[in-house]
């Protein structure tokens, strides 16, 4: 199903321009170009993957590298469903190559969303600095991201929430679990541990817009860096926003959108998005798929 909404996604963005000139932003695109924007995803998943290790690690859970960086891999994969949904499958393959109870590594999954979505918000507060009262638009941003902070780590407010919710019959059963996976995940956002989550998923996002920037920058060669962030990230949470598979749709149409809204036409517009979408969501789905063979293999062996 995400790879049928791919190739039409795909399709609407070559139909909406003219063929030809499709083809002649095409033949302006650099192709020595390609690595520096797959060298910047790449980076990405590397200091994501330092981070996920360091997670594990806190939550007590041992698996061998190869194995966690497999379940990592596969995790793109998983990624590719409604609302990233299908990542919390990482917990239960944790547990089936013998790291532990699912339970304990669903915090890990969950970290990793909370700080992605705040380092994502950083990067729009930053790119939006260069816009008419981008300074307001950041200010407001980086409040957005003290108030997720304080209200996901804020007990007092936690106990509420539990306590609504040993209310209903279908949750009182499992507080007890879900007391506990708060309490972990609580602990993986401690100050210490979410500034540093909270740098490296910025640097992360950061180098994913700079090859976004990159790219851009073959068709309007004075785009602004920060302008770029802003547009990549913008786009990329619109795209989670609407709990499409992937973002697909979504953020192609407002990456497109906002590229064309600050001039480049749109072919160029049209070309620059399944570039860059190729070097970043379907790059990762092709490792997903590159490390698939072995997760299968280690699960197994385990039968």
């Not at 407001?140 to 003290?146: E, M, P, R, W, Y």
């Not at 507080?175 to 541990?193: A, K, Q, V």
């Not at 036409?265 to 570039?275: H, K, S």
Request: without cysteine; proline residues 6%; charged residues 15%.
């Amino acid at each position: 199903m995400p790879l049928v909404l791919g190739l039409l996604v795909a399709a609407g963005l070559v139909l909406t321009a003219s063929p030809r000139e499709l083809m002649a932003s095409l033949r302006r695109l650099d192709p020595g170009l390609l690595p520096w924007v797959l060298g910047l995803s790449l980076l990405n998943y590397i200091l994501r993957f330092g981070r996920w290790e360091v997670y594990l690690h806190r939550l007590g859970v041992r698996l061998a590298r190869a194995k966690s960086l497999g379940v990592f891999l596969v995790g793109f994969l998983l990624s590719v469903t409604p609302g990233k949904a299908g990542e919390l499958g990482k917990a239960w393959l944790v547990r089936e190559l013998g790291g532990g109870p699912a339970l304990r590594v669903v915090p890990a999954v969950l970290a990793e969303r909370v700080t992605d979505l705040l380092g994502v918000l950083v990067l729009i507060a930053v790119g939006a600095l260069p816009f008419p009262d981008g300074p307001w638009i950041a200010g407001l941003l980086l409040a957005a991201v003290a108030g997720v902070v304080l209200a996901i780590t804020w007990r007092p407010l936690a106990d509420v929430a539990f306590r609504i919710a040993a209310r209903l019959p279908l949750i009182s059963r499992r507080l007890p679990s879900l007391i506990e996976m708060y309490d972990r995940l609580r602990g993986l956002l401690s100050p210490g541990l979410l500034l540093g989550a909270l740098a490296v998923s910025v640097i992360a996002w950061g180098a994913e817009g700079v090859g976004f920037w990159l790219v851009v920058r073959e068709y309007a060669p004075d785009a602004d860096l920060l302008a770029a962030l802003f547009n990549y990230t913008g786009a990329t949470v619109v795209g989670s926003l609407s709990m499409l598979p992937g973002g697909l749709g979504a953020a192609e149409g407002s990456m497109a959108a906002l590229l064309h809204a600050q001039g480049l036409d749109t072919a160029d517009a049209n070309l620059v998005t399944l570039v860059v979408r190729g070097a970043t969501l379907w790059f990762a789905v092709g490792l997903g798929l590159l490390a698939l063979p072995f997760l299968i293999r280690w699960l197994a062996r385990r039968r």
